[in-house]
């Protein structure tokens, strides 16, 4: 086998095992992305289509229940307010929930301290809270001691002139954090949850609500829920699932995903050039037996097919050899966590995650740029072999 030849299918070998572990890692993550996001966002979302609050009559909210596919709703009152500890002062988002939203959102596995619910004291104007990690690191709070404490002040919306009656013009609202999380930034350094009760005690919301969270069974079809949900609500609002909810990330991810497929095809089709170059030579050096060969009777078309074969084979060792060795270095990976992450990161190793259709797109770039490759030698050696039989 020439050395040309060889060289080619370690270059091949490397670029297809490049993609085999990169497109493992990239999905890794993106399922740990996708993993942080059902903390704080629903499979499917209700929202008004204008306005902050809204709410529907019971007739609407019983319909939705009994849609096929619907498996839990939690009603959810959130919006800004303004913090106060003994510490220091900032906004954040509070987030009013009911007893079924932890069945809705998955928060549970990422509260690392503490209680894993609130609760309304006897009192009925104070309650526990649980705080994001970053939030209740800058605002001086620790869950363990009972006396932390931190004060919610929002917009008092019944007074006419806040600016003639001071005293009155926020609500405020003491709540104990008794537990924290710890998903991402995006949420660990703004987000409060509360007792729904408590936060429309703050805004003044008897009633209303800001979204209506749901679960979707198992076996159900989001798309089939949606329709459904929008059919009982109309235009005035609005129903999202977790990827409209979240569309630009999602796009990006995806965007990212075929950049760097591209990167990489463009690098393999690099790397075959050694292949056209192998396979010219080739073309040259059996000129002779291809004169043989069409003599015999094969045809022109049969001498072109040996030297696309030969380049489709070549290609296929290279990538077969890569993709095994892509396979066992994820598998290491997986089962050892050989490459470490840093400290500051959730996991403590790259997530690695294969997908078997991974696994057909390589392979069938793998064929595209072997027969990319030896097309032009094979070409060639059609006009050659025609040349050849003219001369003698």
């Not at 060889?6 to 270059?11: E, F, G, K, V």
């Not at 569309?247 to 056209?276: G, Q």
């Not at 996991?347 to 072997?370: H, N, Q, R, S, W």
């Amino acid at each position: 086998m020439p050395l040309l030849s060889r060289i080619s299918m370690t270059a091949i070998a490397v670029g297809s095992g490049a993609m085999i572990i990169l497109f493992s890692v990239f999905n890794g993550f993106e399922d740990l992305v996708k993993d942080l996001y059902k903390a704080f966002y629903p499979e499917i979302r209700v929202t008004a289509a204008k306005g902050k609050f809204f709410s529907l009559n019971d007739k609407q909210v019983a319909a939705i229940k009994h849609i096929k596919g619907v498996d839990s709703l939690s009603f959810v009152l959130e919006d800004n307010v303004l913090l106060h500890s003994d510490q220091d002062q900032r906004a954040a988002v509070i987030k009013g929930i009911d007893d079924n939203y932890f069945k809705v959102n998955n928060v549970d596995p990422f509260i690392t301290l503490g209680d894993h619910n609130v609760s309304v004291d006897t009192s009925g104007t104070t309650g526990t809270a649980i705080i994001g990690e970053k939030l209740a690191d800058m605002m001086g709070l620790d869950v363990k001691n009972h006396i932390n404490s931190i004060s919610l002040y929002y917009p008092n919306a019944k007074l006419q002139h806040p600016t003639m009656d001071m005293a009155n013009a926020f609500q405020v609202l003491t709540l104990y954090p008794r537990g924290m999380f710890r998903v991402q930034d995006e949420f660990d350094d703004k987000y409060i949850l509360a007792p729904i009760s408590l936060v429309r005690q703050l805004f003044n919301e008897d009633s209303r609500y800001s979204s209506i969270e749901i679960k979707v069974a198992e076996n159900g079809s989001f798309a089939d829920v949606k329709q459904q949900i929008e059919n009982i609500t109309g235009t005035a609002y609005k129903t999202q699932t977790r990827y409209e909810q979240n569309k630009a990330t999602y796009s990006v991810m995806n965007a990212e995903r075929w950049v760097m497929y591209a990167i990489l095809v463009f690098v393999l089709i690099i790397a075959s050039s050694n292949m056209v170059g192998a396979l010219s030579l080739l073309v040259l050096e059996k000129e002779k037996d291809m004169a043989i060969l069409r003599a015999m009777g094969a045809h022109r078309k049969t001498i072109r097919n040996v030297f696309l074969g030969e380049g489709l084979l070549w290609s296929l060792i290279g990538g077969g050899i890569g993709i095994v060795l892509g396979t066992v270095i994820c598998l290491l990976q997986i089962q050892f966590h050989l490459v470490k992450l840093g400290p500051d990161f959730m996991i403590d190793a790259f997530p690695v995650k294969m997908a078997f259709t991974d696994f057909i797109l390589v392979i069938a770039t793998i064929v595209f740029v072997g027969v990319l490759a030896s097309w032009y030698p094979a070409q060639r050696a059609k006009r050659i072999v025609i040349f050849d039989l003219k001369s003698n």
